[in-house]
């Protein structure tokens, strides 16, 4: 009996527990016009065309065209925000933003229950409207603008006002006011209500691996016609908080909010009373660049599921990228179409990728008809070595091939030939042309002035041949950069030296002749070329094209970078000038100096590689450069947590004015066959009067002041100007050398010993101290990421500065008015723009090197090399 009491106990308090809970079934009291529910609510982060109906600022955050369909389905019956809605929205650019959206909304009871406020929460369709102002990254403002139809009512519509502050890419501020309606009055049955809702997002790794946010939501509801602020309902402050962890295309999110509820009779279903609850939802979203697919589920208000929700996502910028291993993909790797440092660097970043997928990596290397610089070669061969390191595969394909292409393919673990083509692999060579000769004849005499016996730049117009100095140079580097070729060559192949120099002299070599001798892998034609790759890895191949891409933004503001400052061609006082049909480009000192000051005042500028790949010029703009170099590492030494460091990365070339703004800093990276050094100045005065003469034109100048026409080309020196401009190079002269010694911790005296305009393969400069180590862009990376105590796993970007001008760009520049007078810069370059041109008898669009000598002012000192940079 006592048995059969306490188990007729035990069963009246487990169905009176389930009766209590079943006695207050919780209903959400959500507001009709808050739209379609989400899992996740974002007022302050990314973004995307949906914010229209969270927080129409974040639209200017959007790049491009997006496009959002979503959908939300309750489960549990009494949970309210089931509907579809697509939204659209485009960034105009010029600050402005603007969407539409258009939602069906299904707020009501499911499963039959009967729903005691289903006046307030009829069906609908809610038609949407925004605009935002603003730049994403710093801070903007949107409006929108909502209409809501139920049944036969239209109510007025609602109004949202938001606001986007960013604290760098570190914490994002985001606040809405919605205004539903916009006189807050209530229309029918539908309540008007005043939410004012603030959000404060923090990313605190600086980048949007790992978010953070919180944030509070206080609402304010007017249940009848002509209530005053003072009667409305205040709903309460609703906390939120969520947290969000990405990778690549992945992302994981958490949110947790407290939401008002209502508590309904468990028979009735009739309203009870208003109250607090919590519930947490889970998303997850996956992306592969243009697309984007999420869901996610909420929880707490009943039992189980309170409902699902489910997004796809369109739009024209990339929004990430699952990655997963890519086996039988082959990319290939067309070395012809690099004419530039800024390609040449783009290579490199994809080989660094390549790199970094390890044994997922097969590259084939088309080294057909390359045209870059030896030192650029041999960072593009060592990036291919590092990939092989890594596990991947590296292969390459040939036809007609030079010495310079067998060299770069000489790094693949297999090299492929066309049946129809030879390794035509006939050594170096270096030709210059010397045109006094020509000037002899024309009437033009040209006299140079230059510091000192190795300033062989001059020589083309000077002499009919090489000087002894100049020979012995030339010799040398040969020797250098040949040493260094076959060394590389013979420990790819598994040679010897001195075979690989036999086999260079015995060249050409036919397809089987080359086979036989080891040079190559294989014979095989172009369409042959996957199924042998194919063997070689054991896998069924094709070919695919990886785009070189950072397909999600890191952050929200400025990322972190590294800035690649390119100091590329001929250094020229004023700003940089470009010839895009010709590829011909002139680095000016103005511009570099002001693209320095930049980045050193930029907080998110992580370091800064000075990128030099020149042969120098103007002395007054290498100085200008040195000095804004000099003066970004200076600060760095001062405080390194608010400056960047800056190092020297030398390509092909850094000579004379190249290798003078590399004295502004105390590391030097160059490959040993990088051309360096030539520490001198030369001018050249022409003189065409006896050409003048030859067609029967007569000059006759007034001056007032002994020397007022030196620089005129209509007459030679004579010894008392010859003098001055002597003296005039001497002082440029030993202001390079002492620029030098102060970085390089020489006496001037053996700085002069060293300089003179001697030129040096990188192994000889390396030796006499002139430059630091052996490496290239990657090392110079390293170096200033170690120097800013950036960790190893934290993602800089490389950004290549400065920013290159567009066709479009240039034509605008040409064509745009004349703005006044820009201050004392201004007037400097509209005095030098005034000056009569050097006798240009060659226009600008033929500037290449070795003729550059020319379009640099005449008789002033320039730092330029010798011309003896392309060895082929």
């Given at each position: 009996?006592?048995r059969?009491?306490?188990?007729?106990g035990?069963?009246?308090?487990v169905?009176?527990?389930g009766?209590?809970s079943?006695?207050?079934p919780r209903?959400?009291?959500r507001?009709?016009?808050?739209?379609?529910?989400?899992p996740?609510?974002?007022?302050?982060?990314?973004?995307?065309a949906?914010?229209i109906?969270?927080?129409p600022?974040?639209?200017?955050?959007?790049?491009?065209?997006d496009?959002?369909i979503?959908?939300y389905?309750?489960?549990s019956?009494f949970?309210r925000?089931s509907g579809?809605?697509?939204f659209?929205?485009?960034?105009?650019g010029?600050?402005?933003?603007?969407?539409i959206?258009v939602q069906a909304?299904?707020?009501g009871?499911?499963g039959?229950?009967p729903?005691p406020?289903?006046?307030?929460n009829?069906?609908?369709?809610k038609?949407?409207?925004?605009?935002?102002?603003?730049?994403?990254k710093?801070?903007?403002f949107g409006?929108?603008?909502h209409w809501?139809?139920?049944?036969?009512?239209l109510r007025a519509?609602?109004l949202?006002?938001g606001?986007?502050f960013r604290i760098?890419?570190y914490?994002?501020?985001?606040a809405?006011?919605?205004?539903?309606?916009?006189d807050?009055?209530a229309y029918g049955?539908?309540?008007g209500?005043?939410?004012?809702l603030g959000?404060l997002?923090?990313r605190?790794l600086g980048?949007?691996t790992?978010?953070?946010?919180g944030?509070v939501?206080g609402r304010?509801r007017?249940?009848e016609?002509?209530l005053r602020?003072?009667q409305w309902?205040?709903?309460?402050a609703?906390?939120?908080g969520?947290?969000?962890?990405?990778?690549?295309?992945?992302?994981?999110?958490a949110?947790?909010?407290?939401?008002?509820?209502?508590l309904l009779?468990p028979?009735?279903?009739?309203?009870?009373r208003?109250?607090?609850?919590?519930?947490g939802?889970v998303q997850l979203?996956?992306a592969?660049?243009?697309v984007?697919?999420?869901g996610?589920?909420?929880a707490?208000?009943g039992e189980?599921?309170d409902g699902f929700?489910?997004?796809a996502r369109?739009?024209?910028?990339r929004q990430g990228?699952?990655?997963?291993?890519r086996?039988?993909d082959?990319?290939?790797l067309d070395?012809?179409a690099i004419?530039n440092?800024?390609?040449?660097?783009?290579?490199l970043?994809?080989?660094?990728?390549?790199e970094k997928?390890?044994?997922r990596?097969i590259l084939?290397v088309?080294?057909?008809?390359?045209?870059l610089?030896w030192?650029?070669?041999q960072e593009?061969?060592?990036?291919?070595v590092r990939?092989?390191?890594?596990?991947?595969?590296?292969f390459?394909?040939?036809?007609?091939?030079?010495l310079k292409?067998?060299?770069?393919?000489?790094?693949?673990?297999?090299v492929y030939l066309h049946?129809?083509?030879?390794?035509?692999t006939?050594?170096l060579k270096?030709?210059?042309?010397?045109?006094?000769g020509?000037?002899?004849k024309l009437?033009?005499?040209v006299?140079a002035?230059?510091?000192d016996?190795y300033k062989?730049?001059?020589?083309?117009?000077?002499?009919?041949?090489?000087s002894?100095k100049d020979?012995?140079?030339?010799e040398?580097?040969?020797d250098d950069t040949?040493?260094?070729?076959?060394?590389?060559i013979a420990?790819?192949?598994?040679l010897?030296?001195a075979r690989?120099?036999?086999?260079?002299?015995?060249?050409?070599?036919g397809?089987?002749?080359a086979?036989?001798?080891?040079l190559?892998?294989a014979?095989?034609y172009?369409?042959?070329?996957?199924?042998?790759i194919?063997?070689?890895?054991?896998?069924?191949?094709?070919?695919?094209?990886?785009?070189?891409?950072?397909p999600?933004?890191?952050?929200?503001?400025t990322a972190?970078?590294v800035a690649?400052?390119?100091?590329e061609?001929?250094?020229?006082?004023?700003?940089?000038?470009?010839?895009?049909?010709?590829?011909?480009?002139?680095?000016g000192g103005d511009?570099i100096v002001?693209?320095l000051?930049a980045?050193r005042n930029?907080?998110?500028?992580?370091g800064?590689?000075?990128r030099?790949?020149?042969?120098?010029?103007?002395a007054l703009?290498?100085d200008?450069i040195?000095?804004?170099?000099?003066r970004?590492h200076?600060a760095w030494?001062?405080?390194?947590?608010?400056?960047p460091p800056?190092?020297?990365?030398?390509?092909?070339?850094?000579?004379?004015?190249g290798?003078y703004?590399?004295?502004g800093t105390?590391?030097?990276f160059?490959?040993?066959t990088?051309?360096?050094?030539?520490i001198?100045v030369?001018?050249?005065?022409?003189?065409?009067?006896?050409?003048?003469?030859?067609?029967g034109?007569a000059?006759?100048?007034f001056?007032r002041g002994?020397?007022?026409d030196?620089?005129?080309f209509?007459?030679?020196f004579?010894i008392?100007?010859?003098?001055?401009?002597?003296?005039?190079?001497r002082?440029?002269?030993d202001?390079?050398?002492k620029r030098v010694?102060?970085a390089r911790g020489?006496?001037?005296?053996?700085v002069?010993a060293?300089?003179?305009?001697?030129?040096?393969s990188?192994?000889?400069?390396r030796?006499l101290?002139l430059?630091d180590?052996f490496?290239g862009?990657r090392?110079a990376?390293a170096?200033v990421?170690?120097?800013?105590?950036?960790?190893?796993?934290r993602?800089?970007?490389?950004r290549?500065l400065p920013v290159?001008?567009t066709i479009?760009d240039?034509v605008l520049?040409?064509?745009g008015?004349d703005r006044?007078?820009k201050g004392?810069?201004?007037r400097?370059?509209a005095?030098?723009?005034?000056?009569?041109p050097?006798p240009?008898?060659l226009?600008?669009a033929i500037a290449?090197?070795p003729?550059?000598?020319?379009?640099?002012?005449?008789d002033q000192p320039?730092?330029?090399?010798?011309?003896i940079?392309?060895?082929e």
């Amino acid at each position: 009996m006592t048995r059969r009491a306490a188990l007729a106990g035990s069963l009246g308090l487990v169905l009176s527990l389930g009766t209590a809970s079943a006695q207050e079934p919780r209903a959400l009291d959500r507001a009709v016009s808050d739209g379609v529910d989400r899992p996740i609510k974002d007022y302050s982060s990314e973004g995307d065309a949906s914010s229209i109906e969270l927080n129409p600022a974040l639209l200017s955050a959007v790049k491009g065209l997006d496009l959002v369909i979503m959908g939300y389905r309750s489960v549990s019956p009494f949970t309210r925000g089931s509907g579809l809605g697509g939204f659209m929205s485009f960034n105009l650019g010029f600050g402005l933003a603007t969407g539409i959206g258009v939602q069906a909304l299904r707020p009501g009871f499911g499963g039959g229950f009967p729903d005691p406020l289903a006046a307030r929460n009829p069906d609908a369709t809610k038609i949407s409207w925004a605009i935002s102002g603003g730049d994403g990254k710093v801070a903007a403002f949107g409006l929108g603008v909502h209409w809501l139809r139920a049944g036969e009512l239209l109510r007025a519509p609602d109004l949202d006002f938001g606001f986007l502050f960013r604290i760098r890419n570190y914490a994002s501020i985001g606040a809405v006011a919605r205004f539903g309606p916009a006189d807050v009055q209530a229309y029918g049955d539908l309540p008007g209500e005043l939410s004012l809702l603030g959000e404060l997002a923090v990313r605190p790794l600086g980048n949007r691996t790992l978010e953070l946010a919180g944030g509070v939501r206080g609402r304010f509801r007017a249940s009848e016609p002509g209530l005053r602020a003072s009667q409305w309902e205040a709903l309460g402050a609703q906390p939120r908080g969520r947290i969000a962890w990405r990778h690549h295309g992945l992302e994981l999110a958490a949110e947790v909010e407290q939401v008002r509820v209502s508590l309904l009779d468990p028979s009735t279903y009739n309203f009870v009373r208003a109250d607090k609850a919590v519930r947490g939802s889970v998303q997850l979203a996956v992306a592969w660049d243009f697309v984007k697919a999420s869901g996610g589920v909420h929880a707490g208000l009943g039992e189980g599921l309170d409902g699902f929700g489910l997004a796809a996502r369109f739009s024209t910028a990339r929004q990430g990228r699952v990655f997963w291993p890519r086996l039988v993909d082959v990319e290939r790797l067309d070395l012809s179409a690099i004419k530039n440092e800024r390609q040449l660097i783009a290579v490199l970043q994809r080989l660094e990728r390549a790199e970094k997928a390890g044994a997922r990596t097969i590259l084939l290397v088309d080294a057909r008809a390359t045209a870059l610089g030896w030192a650029s070669l041999q960072e593009i061969r060592t990036a291919l070595v590092r990939v092989r390191n890594a596990g991947g595969h590296v292969f390459a394909w040939l036809e007609d091939t030079k010495l310079k292409d067998y060299y770069l393919a000489s790094a693949a673990e297999q090299v492929y030939l066309h049946p129809a083509g030879e390794l035509a692999t006939f050594g170096l060579k270096s030709t210059s042309f010397y045109l006094r000769g020509l000037l002899d004849k024309l009437g033009v005499q040209v006299e140079a002035l230059h510091i000192d016996e190795y300033k062989s730049a001059h020589e083309m117009f000077s002499r009919t041949g090489p000087s002894d100095k100049d020979r012995e140079q030339r010799e040398a580097i040969l020797d250098d950069t040949y040493a260094q070729v076959t060394h590389d060559i013979a420990q790819a192949r598994g040679l010897s030296v001195a075979r690989v120099r036999e086999l260079v002299d015995d060249a050409p070599h036919g397809p089987a002749q080359a086979e036989e001798l080891g040079l190559v892998d294989a014979v095989v034609y172009r369409d042959q070329v996957v199924e042998k790759i194919g063997d070689a890895v054991g896998a069924r191949v094709k070919f695919a094209r990886f785009d070189d891409t950072e397909p999600d933004p890191k952050t929200w503001s400025t990322a972190p970078y590294v800035a690649v400052v390119l100091v590329e061609g001929t250094i020229i006082d004023g700003e940089s000038r470009t010839i895009p049909l010709l590829g011909t480009q002139f680095t000016g000192g103005d511009t570099i100096v002001a693209q320095l000051r930049a980045v050193r005042n930029d907080p998110a500028c992580q370091g800064v590689v000075l990128r030099v790949n020149s042969p120098g010029g103007s002395a007054l703009a290498s100085d200008l450069i040195w000095r804004e170099v000099s003066r970004t590492h200076e600060a760095w030494k001062k405080n390194p947590r608010k400056s960047p460091p800056i190092v020297v990365s030398m390509g092909d070339v850094a000579a004379s004015g190249g290798y003078y703004v590399a004295a502004g800093t105390d590391h030097v990276f160059a490959q040993p066959t990088t051309l360096t050094g030539s520490i001198g100045v030369v001018t050249l005065h022409f003189d065409v009067s006896g050409l003048l003469q030859k067609v029967g034109v007569a000059t006759h100048t007034f001056k007032r002041g002994k020397n007022a026409d030196i620089t005129g080309f209509y007459r030679p020196f004579s010894i008392d100007e010859r003098a001055r401009m002597d003296a005039s190079i001497r002082r440029v002269y030993d202001l390079f050398v002492k620029r030098v010694s102060d970085a390089r911790g020489k006496t001037p005296e053996q700085v002069d010993a060293l300089g003179r305009g001697h030129v040096y393969s990188g192994t000889d400069a390396r030796e006499l101290g002139l430059v630091d180590a052996f490496g290239g862009l990657r090392e110079a990376v390293a170096l200033v990421r170690e120097r800013s105590d950036v960790g190893a796993r934290r993602e800089l970007q490389v950004r290549v500065l400065p920013v290159r001008k567009t066709i479009l760009d240039l034509v605008l520049d040409l064509l745009g008015p004349d703005r006044g007078d820009k201050g004392l810069r201004g007037r400097i370059q509209a005095r030098r723009d005034a000056e009569p041109p050097l006798p240009l008898v060659l226009t600008t669009a033929i500037a290449r090197l070795p003729l550059a000598l020319l379009f640099l002012p005449q008789d002033q000192p320039s730092a330029l090399m010798p011309v003896i940079h392309a060895i082929e």
